[in-house]
């Protein structure tokens, strides 16, 4: 007689979606990997489907945006300090909380179950069950019993609530108001629109949007502000769409779209943007150009500029020139030369949190004032290349004003030739002060802040120059 079969089922692998996110997020908190970096090299490593794409994209983004409130709810739960705990771990039981808080269609027992795989994977010994123990205690709490006993401090318990560092909400709530803060971090922590830029210099707008409905079954809509700008309501990756491979669009928001417009450079002029990679905004300011003219484009980093250079080969974008280097040794060589100077500095990313929560965890309050002596150094350099008569942009994505206002008055204080400049008409109206402010709460796009300056210092007849603010510059047209 045949001896019985061993009818105990192999354990079942855990699903490629979520092995994916607890990879992606374990470079992000081990490495500082940027995660969107990490997912795309991630996906197209693994090959996964585009179903398992899309859960692991909305888990990674999902647990970065509601880290701090996770860990919150899940404390309780665990008889170890959740700080003390492996990476692994740690990531595995925010990845799980997660679903079974936000996502409703997935059933707990799916996400408890790859969840114990997943640590039990190259884990220590007692670490799935330790897991099993934590998930399951917390799985069984209703939605109202889910949160312990906020905090007294009011500042702190919203901060908790609403997943942020308590010294942003803070800062937010001073400046805006506890109502108007929270609206700002409940937009922050929403998945951002796919928003492509139509690339005139290939096609228009609409033929863009009946081609990707056409060719990818995609649903599209104008955007708000942006007139070039097209909202695509579900999709997979759009660098993988035939009309991103032949040019015909550039992945980008429409606050960014706006920074560019604001500098409103025309054909045949001479523009520069000065912190050029990835290349997004130089690739615009020559498709407003029409191709015609001179875009220089500058950056320290030779493989950020190769990419600039991509993209402008992808776009059509012929009249774009890299220049590799910082801005002040670039600088001398065009003095007083460029009709247009784009200044999208580097700042905190304060104003992408939508798009890349996990800066929102990295990010101190002292790098912001850091952060404006750079930018105050890149502002004043840029200036020397603007021609008399010639336009400024100083713009970052952050809402941050050290990083905005107080680096414009100082370098309005040095260079007091240059004057606010604001565009009689413009897609989203400015502020009272000239400066545009775009917020996610109020527009629907990322945080940018920009504003326009003019060199005031006009060329007179003979060659010389003079101040436009000074009596006699009134005979002077530009």
């Known amino acids: 007689m045949r001896p019985a079969a061993n009818t105990r089922a192999a354990p079942r692998p855990p699903s490629p979606a979520r092995a994916a996110a607890v990879r992606v997020l374990q470079r992000v ?16 490593a693994r090959q996964l489907t585009p179903r398992d794409a899309a859960l692991a994209t909305e888990l990674v983004y999902g647990t970065l945006r509601w880290q701090r409130y996770l860990d919150w709810i899940v404390a309780p739960h665990s008889r170890l300090r959740l700080e003390s705990l492996d990476t692994r771990v740690l990531v595995v039981l925010r990845i799980t909380a997660y679903q079974l808080v936000f996502l409703e269609r997935i059933p707990p027992f799916a996400a408890v179950s790859d969840a114990v795989s997943l640590a039990k994977a190259r884990g220590k010994p007692g670490t799935a069950e330790f897991v099993n123990g934590v998930l399951r205690s917390f799985s069984r709490r209703g939605a109202r019993e889910r949160e312990p006993r906020a905090p007294d401090d009011p500042v702190e318990a919203l901060a908790l609530r609403l997943s942020f560092p308590t010294w942003l909400a803070a800062r937010w709530i001073e400046r805006y108001g506890a109502d108007e803060a929270a609206a700002l971090m409940r937009a922050m922590n929403e ?29 599209v809509t104008p955007a708000r502000h942006a007139p070039e700008g097209l909202i695509v309501t579900h999709g997979g990756a759009p660098a993988a769409w035939s009309a991103f ?20 450079a025309g054909p045949g002029e001479v523009v520069a943007d000065v912190c050029a990679a990835p290349g997004t905004k130089t690739t615009h300011l020559a498709q407003l150009m029409e191709d015609r ?37 670039l600088a001398p060589e065009f003095a007083s030369f460029c009709d247009g100077v784009l200044v999208d500095a580097p700042c905190s990313n304060l104003g992408v949190l939508r798009r890349n929560p996990e800066v929102k965890w990295r990010r101190r309050a002292a790098d912001l004032g850091r952060n404006a002596v750079r930018q105050g150094e890149i502002l004043l350099a840029a200036a020397t290349m603007v021609k008399p008569g010639g336009r400024l942009v100083y713009a970052t994505c952050s809402p941050e004003p050290d990083e905005n206002e107080t680096v414009l008055q100082a370098f309005l204080a040095a260079r007091p030739e240059f004057v ?32 326009r300056l003019r060199n005031a210092v006009a060329c007179d007849a003979r060659g010389g120059t003079r101040d436009e603010a000074s009596p006699a510059s009134t005979e002077t047209s530009r």
């Not at 429409?254 to 920074?259: D, F, G, N, Q, R």
């Not at 400049?421 to 940018?448: E, N, S, V, W, Y």
Request: proline share 7%.
């Open 191 to 219: 998945r951002p629109p796919m928003t492509v830029r139509a690339n005139t210099l290939r096609t228009t707008g609409e033929a863009l949007a009946e081609r990707l409905a056409r060719d990818e079954g995609l649903g």
């Open 29 to 44: 908190a081990s490495d500082e990997s940027f995660a969107d970096a990490a997912l795309e090299a991630d996906i197209a």
């Open 293 to 329: 003219g001179r875009v220089l484009a500058f950056d320290p980093q030779p493989a950020r500029l190769t990419r600039v250079r991509e993209a402008a080969a992808r776009l059509g974008a012929t009249i774009v020139e890299t220049r590799e280097g910082r801005v002040e040794a």
């Open 245 to 264: 491979l032949d040019g015909a669009f550039a992945v980008q928001d429409e606050a960014s779209m706006l920074v560019a417009r604001l500098l409103e």
């Open 420 to 451: 606010l400049d604001p565009p009689r008409t413009f897609p989203l109206p400015l502020d009272a002060d000239g400066i545009l402010r775009c917020r996610p709460h109020r527009h629907g796009t990322d945080a940018f802040t920009a504003v």
